[in-house]
């Protein structure tokens, strides 16, 4: 794999470093996963690392390996203020600008500690020292993996680290339904495999932990918020915030719902749109040459990949929704044929 920084980043981690790893808002299974990964290696070269998130993360990811020891900066600002200002080193996991950090991003602007990006997302910000961005990995779980094997040392790989590359390969995959046409991949799924890895129990850890509630707000989400648009090709689900409260919403609980939309035959556009928190959270999800992410960067300053993007909005419910069908028509051609 060629990328001029893998042989930068060796250099710089030759010696002991105080390392914090960083991750996005409201944080999915890919970034967790590869920022456990990357922590447990990273200690095993004797660095002193620490991982830290803008706000919780999702309880069926609450058993991989150094969990218990992420900072959250909406409940442990005095710990993570602490863990940005002694940081020689802030790597930026699964996330292609500082903004994402939410509350966190003006602390990380102005420290001094080099800055290294680790991602898959496209057009990542100048705000890095450095940057491992390869957009065609299926999520950056499998970069780390890449990371590990390019610095020599996957010799260091256990069954912990194993589990975390491969919660955030599957996750970031959909079970490897989509963003996963490249045959690394699936060596790498191999390699995992080797490492001792018990894929079934994984999945059902991942998957087969719902509440009662969540799945009840996903029956509600299909059988009453559904919109089926078929000259558009198109489905989308709403939450008001009011929805959420209804079924006790917890972090995590709407993770895949958008993708039942885009399961309907002959739907090449999903999205979800998703009032919490003062915002309208947008998720997209599309098939084949769809451009979700231009969609979602053009129209609703959000981005991500090709058939999975997403935006915070800060118009109404409402509103975001009505820009959305207003928008609709101009790509009506586009929809129609998507292979």
């Known amino acids: 794999m060629e990328n001029t920084h893998f042989r930068v980043i060796s250099g710089l981690i030759s010696q002991p470093l105080r ?53 959250i900066f909406n409940t442990m600002k005095s710990d993570c203020i602490q863990a940005i200002n002694h940081a020689e080193m802030i790597i930026a996991a699964d996330y292609n600008n500082l903004g994402r950090l939410n509350d966190a991003a003006p602390l990380v602007r102005q420290s001094k500690a080099v800055k290294v990006l680790i991602d898959h997302h496209l057009n990542p910000s100048d705000e890095f020292d450095h940057l491992i961005s390869i957009s065609k990995i299926s999520s950056t779980s499998e970069l780390v993996y890449n990371f590990i094997e390019e610095m020599g040392d996957l010799h260091l790989l256990d069954k912990s680290i194993a589990e975390c590359i491969y919660a955030g390969i599957i996750t970031d995959t959909g079970s490897l339904s989509y963003s996963c046409n490249y045959v690394k991949t699936y060596l790498i799924m191999a390699e995992l495999f080797r490492l001792g890895i018990d894929g079934e129990h994984l999945h059902r850890l991942i998957y087969d932990t719902y509440s009662e ?44 719902v958008v993708n039942y939309a885009l399961s309907i035959k002959g739907i090449n556009l999903a999205a979800l749109f998703m009032e919490r928190d003062g915002i309208v959270k947008v998720s997209f999800r599309s098939k084949g040459k769809f451009a979700v992410n231009t969609l979602a960067s053009q129209y609703f300053n959000g981005g991500g990949h090709r058939n999975a993007a997403g935006a915070n909005c800060t118009t109404t419910l409402d509103e975001t929704i009505r820009k959305f069908l207003e928008i609709l028509p101009l790509f009506q051609s586009t929809l129609n044929s998507v292979y």
């Open 213 to 256: 509630k969540r799945l009840r707000l996903l029956g509600y989400s299909i059988s009453d918020q559904l919109i089926v648009l078929p000259g558009f090709h198109t489905a989308y689900i709403t939450l008001s915030k009011e929805d959420l409260q209804r079924f006790d919403h917890q972090i995590g609980d709407t993770e895949g």
């Open 19 to 71: 390392i914090l790893i960083t991750t996005h808002s409201n944080p999915d299974g890919d970034a967790i996963g590869a920022s456990l990964a990357l922590a447990a290696y990273l200690k095993k070269k004797n660095h002193t690392v620490q991982v830290m998130i803008p706000d919780p993360y999702p309880d069926f990811l609450a058993w991989m390996d150094g969990h218990e020891d992420i900072l």
